[in-house]
């Protein structure tokens, strides 16, 4: 058996434009900026928010919480968290990011994304999704699957990312385990 050639995904496209910026219909998404860290820490506080997201997203959400993030964000290399913001005022209301995968996945990233509970149902993450898939998948020529993951219970953004064009997969039992809680997570999925 020959020894496998370890593959280092390209991704230049989140480089090529500093001033990377989506405008959808209702929100903007494009990088986080320093004088973001007050809204972040005011959308990202909310318990119904941090209940679906994984432990490194912190609750309660601090002013210091969004600073980290955002210093981390934008020294990230490549860019691959973006803030989701208002279109009316530029202000920020949730984030959408990818997890870029390696070795025998990279051919595979994961999307997540939350928003601000004042902008739920208002089909902002939908569009938001929709959007950053698209472009996923017209700028990493390597990318043929997209995936995202939904905790149990969580049937809003599942509802989310089938209107965006995600399958379900199938679901995994016990697979996570959120504030001493063993759950379930539904595993979505769209396709180059």
């Known amino acids: 058996m020959s020894r496998q050639q370890l593959i280092t995904p390209d991704f230049s496209a989140f480089s090529k434009d500093a001033n990377l910026?989506?405008?959808?219909?209702?929100?903007?998404?494009?990088?986080?900026?320093?004088?973001?860290?007050?809204a972040l820490s005011v959308e990202a506080n909310n318990s119904k928010i941090a209940k679906y997201m994984r432990n490194v997203f912190p609750y309660p959400y601090t002013i210091e919480d969004a600073r980290s993030l955002?210093?981390?964000?934008?020294?990230?290399?490549?860019?691959?968290?973006?803030?989701?913001c208002r279109l009316s005022d530029d202000r920020?209301?949730?984030?959408?990011?990818?997890?870029?995968?390696?070795?025998i996945y990279y051919r595979t990233m994961e999307m997540g994304y939350w928003i601000g509970e004042d902008h739920w149902n208002q089909g902002i993450c939908?569009?938001?999704?929709?959007?950053f898939s698209e472009w996923v998948f017209e700028n990493f020529e390597h990318i043929l699957r997209l995936e995202a993951n939904v905790f149990e219970g969580n049937e809003g953004s599942g509802r989310v990312l089938e209107k965006?064009?995600?399958?379900?997969?199938g679901r995994r039992h016990k697979a996570v385990e959120k504030d001493g809680v063993v759950l379930d997570i539904c595993k979505l999925r769209t396709e180059k």
């Open 164 to 169: 965006a064009g995600f399958e379900l997969e």
């Open 92 to 103: 920020l209301i949730g984030s959408i990011g990818l997890t870029l995968k390696e070795d």
């Open 126 to 131: 939908t569009k938001a999704a929709s959007v």
């Open 70 to 84: 955002i210093s981390s964000s934008t020294a990230e290399s490549p860019v691959s968290h973006f803030a989701l």
């Open 21 to 38: 910026v989506w405008n959808l219909q209702k929100c903007l998404i494009r990088r986080y900026r320093e004088s973001n860290a007050d």
